[in-house]
């Protein structure tokens, strides 16, 4: 899945949930890639957030691919209604299981009876290190590298999560990196430098007027770190 394009995947936790069907209209026609969905189950993290039913509802909306996150405990319960609802690229928590490659086959195996194509990805906390997933890189298509602590939106940008990148392109170069957590037009040259090529934002998209310009600013500062002429 590692890709040599710039995906911008805006995080619907920022939008206003009483126009969710206006808002994912506007944000795609706006120039999103992907969009990303917060899945939090207030004991993974401290927060409660949306579960299986609107990320079904969302689908329905939407046109571009759906970027599942969840931020949630004992996630190879819920996978499998994460996949039939309609997620194109799942990603749970390393942090949240024991045996992350029973997640992965869960999801396999989910995507197998609902005839769906999925994308599997691991997240890790800002503390967590890349060699956690030495046992299971290789099942996997993309590793989301959190720089808040998950939980909420509009948090701080916690620069020293990036420099696992370099250790996660170590173990694989196949896997497309994503970063989540405090990303602005400002610093997504940090990550997009170490060779993040999918950045989430939630607060630099939704919580600005003019939606097509968060996402271009966010997209040029990105390519303009790979040096121009790498990516597109
Ligand atoms: C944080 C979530 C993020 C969050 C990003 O736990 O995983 O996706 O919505 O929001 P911003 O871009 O505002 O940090
Ligand atoms: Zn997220």
Known sequence: MNSDKIIISPSLLSCDFARLKDEIEAVEKAGADWLHV???????????????????????YSTVPLDVHLMISRPERYVESFVAAGSDILTFHIEADFNPGWVVDRILKAAQKHGREVQIGISLNPDTPAANLREVIDLLDMVLVMTVYPGFGGQQFI??????????????????VQVDGGITSENIHIPAIKGATSFVAGTAVFKTPDYAKAISDLRENARAAFGGGNVV
Do not use: Q, W, Y
């Not at 189950?41 to 957030?49: A, E, L, Q, Y």
């Not at 020293?160 to 497309?176: C, E, M, P, Q, T």
């Open 159 to 176: 620069e020293r999560a990036v420099d696992k990148i370099d250790d996660i392109l170590a173990l694989s170069n196949r896997v497309l």
């Open 38 to 60: 917060d899945v939090m189950d207030g004991h993974f993290v401290d927060n409660i957030t949306i579960g299986a039913p609107i990320v079904a509802a969302i689908k329905k």
